[in-house]
T-cell receptor
Framework: AQKITQTQPGMFVQEKEAVTLDCTYDTSDPSYGLFWYKQPSSGEMIFLIYQGSYDQQNATEGRYSLNFQKARKSANLVISASQLGDSAMYFC????????????FGAGTTVTVRA | NAGVTQTPKFQVLKTGQSMTLQCAQDMNHEYMSWYRQDPGMGLRLIHY???????DQGEVPNGYNVSRSTTEDFPLRLLSAAPSQTSVYFCASARDRLNQPQHFGDGTRLSIL
């Protein structure tokens, strides 16, 4: 079984500052993938960034980067230079290679960017 | 690009009624899945399919049926609606590879009275 934990239900960040969203996971799969999704108030799910368990480098996509610490089983999302449009719910998710690649989600973190 | 299309976007049902939520994708993805989203609980997997003719249960399958007769379509059936099934339902598709992100439809907001 796999489990994703996001311990921050809500966060506030000042515009143009960076914010880190915590995600820890638990799995017995030797190979797995970690994903972050953004859900704005309009409701759609937007894929942001992916990190593979065997990737040597932390993933980056524009203003999004993933602080991957495999030994600690954490995959924190860093959003740099926050913008008002970053206000949304953010979900960490994982697919493992032993269970039909099912995607398991954390409970999510709400980010509110203040002007 | 259509991507993943869900219909309807909103639906109100009475307890005991049945209905089908439609999901179609045009990306030739092998993998399709249904999730429900409830406040404070993230998305929970209801059923999934790794290809036409193959379906399996997720975390919360009770009260729902699925079928996958074609690669493109993956309908979700509520057999006898209950108030506990009031939720937002998302359909998603992906390539059947570990590193492939799931592409989500816009969701169906379902209320059971």
């Amino acid at each position: 079984a796999q489990k994703i934990t996001q311990t921050q239900p809500g966060m506030f960040v000042q515009e143009k500052e960076a914010v880190t969203l915590d995600c820890t996971y638990d799995t017995s799969d030797p190979s797995y993938g970690l994903f972050w999704y953004k859900q704005p108030s309009s409701g759609e799910m937007i894929f942001l960034i992916y990190q593979g368990s065997y990737d040597q480098q932390n993933a980056t996509e524009g203003r999004y980067s993933l602080n991957f610490q495999k030994a600690r089983k954490s995959a924190n999302l860093v959003i740099s230079a926050s913008q008002l449009g970053d206000s949304a719910m953010y979900f960490c998710a994982m697919r493992g290679d032993s269970n039909d690649y099912k995607l398991s989600f954390g409970a999510g973190t709400t980010v509110t960017v203040r002007a | 690009n259509a991507g993943v299309t869900q219909t309807p976007k909103f639906q109100v049902l009475k307890t005991g009624q049945s209905m089908t939520l439609q999901c179609a994708q045009d990306m030739n993805h092998e993998y399709m899945s249904w999730y429900r989203q409830d406040p404070g609980m993230g998305l929970r997997l209801i059923h999934y399919s790794v290809g036409a003719g193959i379906t399996d249960q997720g975390e919360v399958p009770n009260g729902y049926n699925v079928s996958r007769s074609t690669t493109e379509d993956f309908p979700l059936r509520l057999l006898s609606a209950a108030p506990s099934q009031t939720s937002v339902y998302f359909c998603a598709s992906a390539r059947d590879r570990l590193n492939q992100p799931q592409h989500f439809g816009d969701g169906t907001r379902l209320s059971i009275l």
